[in-house]
Structures are given as structure tokens and as C-alpha cells.
């Protein structure tokens, strides 16, 4: 039992909407996102795959309407990976769009390998990571590894995926390894998050995290589970919105298309049924 849990009152920020609101898997986190700023106030922030932006607006929100004076950087080539696909030609430009007005004064977009990007960034200076790129074994290892020596002593490593088992994805497996090295928590919801003390120096507010047993670590699950599930029903409501959208301008182009126009004509004209039987003889011989 954990000696101070954890109290939401003291901690509203939960309750903030996200400004930014794409397609994602990482919906169902924000509130988690935005209490670890509040509890941990991180001088650094650095997220290592950023793509439409939604969890990395949701850190710089926090930042911002909680005045923590942290510096972000998001981290991302902008090109996808084989799990997240080849990215959307605008989705930078879509990014920046939203992103600087509000947050260029202490957040950076870095378009890099997050390789090429460590040289950046300075030994022990990073408080929380948020490790969200290519998700098989060997590219998670090879992430927490190259990053760990910027990590500060107060150093939380954020990584996403740990609940996904399929295809190649290996967060989990290596999520098992890290478990028995540092104090953690996970999360089950929205494909698993996996919470890692790296520094040695957790402030108090955040201790609570490490110390809980079964009964509090199934509270706070469903707690985070609760705040978020609202944050991403209505993140599937705009998607299937935008799908919807999508289908109306596809049968916009199927009626528009010079095919259907000539057919129309042949209709009015007195050739509907004689078209008919063409397309049906057409298909069948296909
Ligand atoms: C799962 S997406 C990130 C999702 C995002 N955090 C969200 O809120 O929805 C993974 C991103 O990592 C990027 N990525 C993967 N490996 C990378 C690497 N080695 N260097 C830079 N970017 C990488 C991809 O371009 C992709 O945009």
C-alpha cells in the first residue's frame, strides 16, 4: 500500500479536452499524460514518434496551461514505419498548422532519425521520454538504450504498446525485461502504457505509481480507463464522420464520372435497358 495515493482533485488538469484530436491509438491516455506533467513538472519532454501529434499536443497543452516551463521536442521523421504505414503527404504541415501558434515558444517539431537527433540533446537532461515509434523488440531496445544516458535523475521513460500482441510488435516483451530492472506501472487500456522510473529521484507526488498494490493498482486502471474512453469515443466519432465524408465523395465522383454522364444520356435518350444488358454481357465475359 502506497503511503500518498493519488487524489484527482488535486489534479484537474485530467479533466482538460484535448485541442487536438486525429486519428490515434493514444486517445484513451491524455488524462495520464497530462496528470504526469502536473505531478512531475519535467524541465525536458522529448517524444520519440510524434505523427499526427495527439500525444504530443496533449504534453504540450498541459505545459502550457499549467505553466511548468518544460521544453519539448518532438521527434520524427515524418515518413512512417511498417506498423504506422507510409504517413500522409500534409500530416506535418497539418501539424505545424495547429502546433506553433500555440506552442512554438518552448516546443520544437524535429523532422530527424531519432538517432540523428540524440546528439542534440545533452547528457542527464531529459525528464520524461515518451518512447511511441517502431514498435518490434528490437527497435524499442535499441531506443531506451540510445536514450537512457540523456535520461535526469528524475527520469520517466513513457512507452506505448506494451498491451499489443500481434504481428511483430515486441514492446511487450521487452516491457517484461524492463519490469524487473526499474519501478513501473502499466496501464492495460488503449494498447498498453508502460510508466518506468528511470531516475533514482521520483518526486513524491509521483510515487504513489510504484508503491500500489493490487487494489489501488486496479483503481487507478480503471480510473485513467474512465477519463479516457471519453477523450476516444469521440475521437471515433470524428473518424467515422471522415469515413463517411469519404464515401460521399467517392459516390460523388462515381456520379460524376463521364461514364455514368454518357449512361444518363443513353437513358434519356430511350437506350437505358440496351446499356443494361451491355455492362451485364461485359461483366459476364470478364
Ligand atoms: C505510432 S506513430 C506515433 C503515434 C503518436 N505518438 C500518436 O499520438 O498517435 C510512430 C511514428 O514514429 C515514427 N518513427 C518510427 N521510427 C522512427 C525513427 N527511427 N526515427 C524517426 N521517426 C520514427 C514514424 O514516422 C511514425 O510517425
Known sequence: MS???FNPLEY???LEFPLWLEETAWAEHIPFAMFLVAALRPRVLVELGAYRGVSYCAFCQAVKSLKTETKCYAVDT???DAHAGLLEENVLTKLQAHH???YADFSRLVQSTFDEALKHFAENSIDLLHIDGFHTYEAVKHDFQTWLPKMSERGIVLFHDTNVRERDFGVWRFW???KEKYPHFEFLHGHGLGVLAVGTKIPNELRFLFETDETETKLLRAFFYQFGSR???VQTFHAQQNYIKSLQTYEQIVQN??????YRILKDEGFGSWVKKGTNEFSRNK
Open 3 to 5: 503511503e500518498k495515493l
Open 12 to 14: 484537474p488538469i485530467c
Open 78 to 80: 515524418w515518413q512512417g
Open 100 to 102: 506553433n501558434p500555440l
Open 176 to 178: 517484461a525485461e524492463l
Open 231 to 233: 477523450i476516444d469515443a
Open 257 to 262: 464520372s463521364r461514364t455514368m454522364r454518357i
